[in-house]
């Protein structure tokens, strides 16, 4: 009889064990199947589009202006595949720099807009290849929405008042596309954004509207916790 109940007692040991180490690996697998992550840089934005060829013939040139990216967001997994799905929030800017030439006495008037705008990425998708375990190549791709709430302007003579150089409409929305490195938890990832949506809408001209577009560098470190 005693025989009998040391054979039950380890086989209960046995089963709790082993159900606990299943347990155990089902949450590890779980957890991991998930990474929320934070990534800070710089946006370099420019201009595109027919207004800035129009411009750009007429004594108006357009180069980047550096602005702020921050974003907070997640990846998860599709099973137990590298495939992945996501999603992103946060603070951005998105803008130009232009300089105007006067024709008359050759002085060059220099402007920088910027919009800060809250940016959300509603769907991602990516792959990460690992070459180690601890280093992996991150390839995604997404759809963005932002809206600007706030302007910055800065000029050398012109007197700004609102409205002067508000983005169309105060709101964008487009496509991304991006590469990045983990290393461990440490993530660099260099992300082009482009919006769909005319950031100026010029109709002076009669041979149509002259429209310009916002294309972003997105440049940022990000970690993952």
Request: charged letters at 25%; a positive charge.
């Given at each position: 009889m005693k025989k009998i109940l040391v054979l039950a007692v380890l086989a209960l040991i046995g089963i709790s064990a082993s159900a606990q180490v299943r347990y155990s690996r089902t949450?590890?697998?779980?957890?991991s199947n998930t990474t929320w992550y934070l990534r800070a840089g710089a946006g370099f934005n420019n201009l595109?589009?027919?207004?800035v060829d129009e411009y750009e013939d007429d004594n108006t040139d357009f180069s980047t202006a550096v602005g702020y990216e921050l974003a907070f967001g997640f990846n998860r997994n599709f099973g137990k595949t590298n495939v992945y799905w996501g999603m992103e929030l946060g603070l951005a800017?998105?803008?130009?720099?232009?300089a105007d030439e006067d024709r008359y006495d050759d002085?060059?008037?220099?402007?920088?807009?910027?919009?800060?705008?809250?940016?959300?990425?509603?769907f991602a998708v990516g792959y990460k290849y690992g070459i180690t375990d601890d280093l992996k190549l991150d390839a995604h791709l997404g759809a963005f929405l932002s809206y600007d709430f706030a302007y910055t302007v800065d000029t050398d003579d012109y007197e700004y008042e609102d409205g002067d150089y508000d983005l169309e409409e105060?709101?964008?929305?487009?496509?991304q596309v991006g590469i990045g490195v983990w290393?461990?938890?440490v993530n660099l990832d260099l992300t082009y954004q482009r919006g769909f949506a005319a950031a100026i809408d010029n109709n002076y001209y009669d041979d149509g509207n002259l429209?310009?577009?916002?294309?972003?560098?997105?440049?940022?470190?990000?970690?993952?916790?």
């Open positions: 949450m590890v697998e779980k957890k595109v589009g027919d207004y800017s998105r803008g130009y720099n232009r002085t060059v008037e220099k402007t920088n807009v910027l919009a800060h705008n809250v940016k959300w990425v509603p105060g709101a964008d929305a487009g496509l290393y461990k938890r429209k310009g577009y916002i294309s972003t560098f997105m440049l940022r470190l990000g970690v993952s916790f």
